[in-house]
């Protein structure tokens, strides 16, 4: 089963709205990171954020995590077009390299 | 420098005949990884190599799976007696190794393997 669930599953907003996802997640992490992903190929990396963490900035995204909830929320300010892609989620344990991603959350950005 | 590149792109093959996907990581990366990705759906994890280790197979759906890293560089899956329920996207990425999961993954554009 996945590790991560990212809620909702689609969302359209208009440009210059900001995009909130979530994400959430079953067992301890040690750090949950988001990918973008565009036209179903490659992934790209945003953040990362770690267990002990509970806020991280880069650019115009912010990315919260509460451990207690098991939860995540990504932030997009300001959205642009170009914003508009798949965002996943990914959650690492302790002692083990893998990435458990989540399902992704399709996000349209109205120009 | 270079990044994660895949080939081939895209591949259709008949149900029955094998395939072998490759992948060749950034240079200097000692942790390989391969997920599969099907229409719609969150990434799949299937092997996952580090260095010199003996790779971490959990995630092979059945053993017409296999995946090799020659020389800690280039890796190939290959898929043996396709199925339909094969088709999707293979992704490979690679990262630096030295730290565990908190290591940021860079991965190749992928190959859309399709089985008809």
């Known amino acids: 089963s996945q590790q991560g669930e990212e809620d909702p599953q689609a969302l359209s907003i208009q440009e210059g709205e900001n995009a909130t996802m979530n994400c959430s997640y079953k067992?301890?992490?040690?750090?949950l990171q988001w990918y973008r992903q565009n036209s179903g190929r490659g992934l790209v990396h945003l953040i990362l954020?770690?267990?002990?963490?509970r806020e991280k900035h880069s650019g115009r995204l912010r990315v919260t995590l509460d451990t207690s909830k098991k939860s995540s929320s990504l932030l997009i300010t300001a959205s642009r077009a170009a914003d508009t892609a798949s965002y996943f989620c990914?959650?690492?344990?302790?002692?083990?390299?893998?990435?458990?991603f989540g399902t992704g959350t399709r996000l349209t950005i109205i120009p | 420098g270079a990044g994660v590149s895949q080939s081939p792109s895209n591949k259709v093959t008949e149900k029955g005949k094998d395939v072998e996907l490759r992948c060749d990581p950034i240079?200097?990366?000692?942790?390989l990884y391969w997920y599969r990705q099907s229409l719609g759906q969150g990434l799949e994890f299937l092997i996952y190599?580090?260095?010199?280790?003996?790779?971490?197979k959990s995630g092979l759906p059945s053993d017409r799976f296999s995946a090799e890293r020659t020389g800690g560089s280039v890796s190939t899956l290959t898929i043996q007696r396709t199925q339909q329920e094969d088709s999707a996207v293979y992704l490979c990425?690679?990262?630096?190794?030295?730290?565990?999961?908190?290591?940021?993954?860079?991965f190749g554009p992928g190959t859309r393997l399709t089985v008809t």
């Open positions: 990425a690679s990262s630096l190794g030295i730290r565990d999961s908190s290591d940021e993954q860079y």
């Open positions: 067992t301890s992490i040690n750090n």
């Open positions: 954020i770690r267990s002990n963490e």
């Open positions: 990914a959650t690492g344990q302790f002692g083990n390299e893998k990435l458990t």
């Open positions: 240079s200097g990366h000692t942790a």
């Open positions: 190599f580090q260095g010199n280790s003996a790779p971490d």
